[in-house]
């Protein structure tokens, strides 16, 4: 197969020009495809290959001229390839959140994003201005995380507690659901882990230290559907500052446990009290204490949390991986940066002249063991008896200081990790696939856990080309092999005129099978993750 499109380059080239924003930051509403169109096919789809892959991401990002300040503060845009009989269809839609539907009729920013406040309303008097500053803010439900399918429903995840379901053949918007509705929290993550048997586990976030962080459970219906009025909270962690709650984009679960970070980057709730009346943004409130150590909390999910403290150097944590027991020791995987620096890297200025790809702080993979039994434990003593270069040593104190093993020591860069969730969610695997999202590589890597190497799918161009995304592994029914499946990546063109596409991978060899190209014309906006369902045709 040929490692270039058909389609036209840009006049540019594959470099930028002055004050040049990437092609997929342009779109504006009426560019969404709502109705699914058939896409050209390149190579062949292994037959077995038949469902929809749905993905979620920041789309628009201009209302009446006015940007918002931040790529996380984009409003939801859905897309969904529809693979059958070898044949891709494409379809997107501009979600019509609450959010959306207020900003477009005022014709601006109304509800406050992660980095952009609502601008006030010039018709309202100034006492009316004033009030307003005293009343709480309403969370946006502009859902342009996540999606979730539970039975046979789909769900729109973002950071905030409110959720929408999503119409699986149109992606318009069929209902919303609420956590504030039955449990006293500000936010939920966009990451819930999903049981074999229809459950939802998921982390909320309350501003009350006593109860910082809750782990809460949503069992299933009959039909397999969220039951959502029978959410509880299976147990709770408090904030180990009073005056801060930490930040947390996912969490951790093994088959017996939970793994809550309390990272060092944190809410501040005084800033939160004064949020309207200083003008800052959500963002604004987060701060870094960059001198202060990451603690993992360990819950088990009977809602008891282990009395051992496990600390390790700061660090700030988006993802997960995955987490498993082997041998009285929980084995956390994630990807980790040294600091915060990478999400200032993503405010709307950043984009200009992709000098986001220029951020120093590069994400890579993190391997930490916990011993769950340190009764015993020597101080001093490294308790870690995996076959791994992590470190786990008792305190003094008796705290347990934890240290990482890379798996690849130095120039992994590495994002929207994704496993093979269906087989090997909280269970002892071995490969790991992500995306070189924002950074200067155009790339698709498969981590090798057992044999510490890399192998790789570079997309096509330069540097300044295209946009790899997040890559979801589809298992091959009846497959023996933890890798016997296939890899399905939106690989977005950042350039005018340059076609996107989807590209299908064969997870063990990492070559390309087939790849499903976009008109030109047709715009493949920015998605962050996806769910691919094999009921939805």
């Known amino acids: 197969m040929s490692s270039k499109t058909d389609a036209k380059q840009s006049e540019n080239g594959s470099s930028p020009t002055d004050g040049e924003y990437p092609y997929w930051m342009s779109f504006k509403p009426g560019d969404d495809q709502v109705e699914p169109i058939k896409l050209q096919v390149k190579g062949t789809i292994p037959t077995w290959v038949k469902g929809s892959l749905y993905r979620n991401g920041s789309g628009l990002f201009e209302i009446n001229n006015q940007k918002v300040n931040h790529v996380f503060d984009g409003f939801a845009v859905l897309v969904r390839f529809t693979i059958q009989d070898g044949g891709v269809m494409f379809q997107s839609h501009l979600l019509d959140s609450e959010t959306w539907e207020k900003c477009y009729k005022a014709k601006r920013i109304v509800v406050d994003q992660f980095a952009s406040n609502a601008l006030p309303d010039p018709c309202k008097s100034i006492f009316s201005r004033i009030f307003s500053v005293f009343q709480p803010p309403k969370g946006t439900d502009n859902t342009a995380v996540n999606i979730v399918e539970r039975g046979d429903e789909l769900w729109a995840f973002t950071e905030t507690p409110k959720v929408n379901r999503i119409d699986p053949k149109t992606l318009s918007k069929s209902g919303q659901s609420d956590f504030t509705d039955y449990l006293a929290v500000h936010l939920a993550t966009a990451h819930p882990h999903l049981e074999p048997d229809g459950t939802l586990y998921n982390l909320a976030t309350c501003f009350n230290y006593t109860k910082a962080f809750n782990i809460v459970k949503i069992p299933p219906n009959s039909n397999g559907n969220l039951s959502w009025d029978q959410i509880e909270v299976v147990g709770s962690f408090p904030s180990k500052w009073k005056g801060t709650v930490g930040y947390n984009h996912s969490f951790g679960m093994t088959e017996n446990f939970f793994v809550v970070l309390e990272q060092p980057y944190a809410f501040s709730i005084p800033r939160l009290l004064i949020k309207k009346i200083a003008s800052y943004t959500v963002n ?133 990790p994704q496993i093979n969730y269906q087989h090997y969610n909280s269970k002892e695997y071995r490969y790991v696939y992500a995306s070189t999202i924002f950074s200067k590589f155009n790339k698709i890597h498969k981590l090798d856990l057992k044999e510490r190497k890399v192998v790789t799918y570079s997309t096509d161009g330069e540097e300044f080309d295209y946009f790899p995304g997040e890559p979801i592994f589809v298992p091959k029914p009846g497959g023996k092999r933890e890798d016997e499946g296939v890899l399905l990546a939106p690989i977005t063109s950042n350039i005018a005129g340059l076609a996107s596409y989807l590209v299908i991978i064969d997870a063990e060899t990492m070559k390309e099978v087939a790849r499903a190209v976009l008109p030109a014309d047709v715009m493949m906006t920015l998605t962050f993750h996806g769910t691919f369902s094999t009921t939805k045709l």
């Open 284 to 416: 604004d409130c987060i701060l870094a204490y960059p001198k202060e150590k990451t603690l993992f909390n360990v819950m088990t999910k009977l809602g008891v949390n282990l009395k051992t403290k496990y600390m390790s150097d700061p660090m700030f944590v988006f993802h997960f991986i995955n987490c498993y027991e082997k041998d009285k020791q929980l084995v956390v995987d994630f990807v980790f940066y040294d600091d915060v620096g990478f999400i200032d890297k993503l405010y709307m200025e950043y984009f200009k002249d992709y000098k986001y790809k220029e951020t120093d702080s590069k994400p890579k993979f993190g391997r930490f063991v916990l011993p769950l039994d340190v009764s015993k434990a020597v101080v001093g003593k490294n308790l870690v008896t995996l076959d791994s270069k992590a470190t786990a040593t008792l305190q003094e104190d008796g705290s347990v200081y934890l240290t990482p093993d890379l798996i690849i020591e130095e120039g992994l860069v590495m994002e929207l």
